[in-house]
């Protein structure tokens, strides 16, 4: 069963922004902005929630989500805050989508990464434990990125859509099975 992890979405509004009077104006700890360490400037509407990274240009990032729908409802609230301010006129973006689903599985048992490589395909396969403790893995559909670990736990990243992790993930255990 493939787990999400987190959701990373992006957006954009039609509006150049002025990062250090949003910030001032919308305040710690919530808004945070130093041009000098980064051009964005950081939402975090409480401890621990997702993150919401906003540019001059008004682009937006919003990672650390649990699901699609967090991240809809985290950019709804970020656009009322934007139009409550006078930012925007309208609650509404240019555009938003999810770009990538981390997520985690099982492959229920250790696995020999050695093994893997040359079972996967070397031109499919990165290992090199001494920088990377798992196996990267690039499958044929070329839709997502597997890390595999010798205990057996899978990261996929880079699926646009769930199902298409979760078919990732099935087709990894597939392939698998020709090799055990």
């Known amino acids: 069963m493939v787990e ?13 922004l002025d990062l250090e009077r949003l910030a001032d104006d919308i305040g710690e700890p919530v808004a945070r902005y130093d041009p000098d360490k980064y051009p964005g400037m950081y939402l975090r509407f409480e401890e621990d929630a ?8 008004g682009k ?3 990672t650390g989500a649990d699901s699609e729908e967090e991240s809809y409802s985290l950019r709804e609230r970020f656009l009322n805050l934007f139009s409550d301010m006078g930012v925007i006129e309208e609650p509404e973006d240019e555009w938003f989508n999810i770009q990538n689903y981390v997520c985690t599985a099982e492959l229920g048992e250790a696995q020999n990464l050695n093994a893997l490589a040359i079972g996967l395909g070397l031109e499919k396969t990165e290992y090199e434990p001494e920088q ?3 196996l990267i893995y690039r499958p044929d559909s070329g839709e997502c990125v597997v890390l595999i670990f010798a205990t057996g736990k899978v990261v996929i ?19 698998l099975s020709e090799y055990i």
Do not use: H, M, Q, W
């Open 157 to 175: 990243t880079g699926a646009r859509e769930l199902e298409i992790a979760e078919k990732t993930f099935e087709e990894l255990r597939e392939t």
């Open 4 to 16: 999400i992890v987190n959701v990373v979405a992006s957006g954009a509004l039609d509006v150049e």
């Open 132 to 134: 990377f403790p798992g």
């Open 50 to 57: 997702p993150l919401i990274t906003v540019y001059r240009t």
């Open 60 to 62: 937006f990032i919003i």
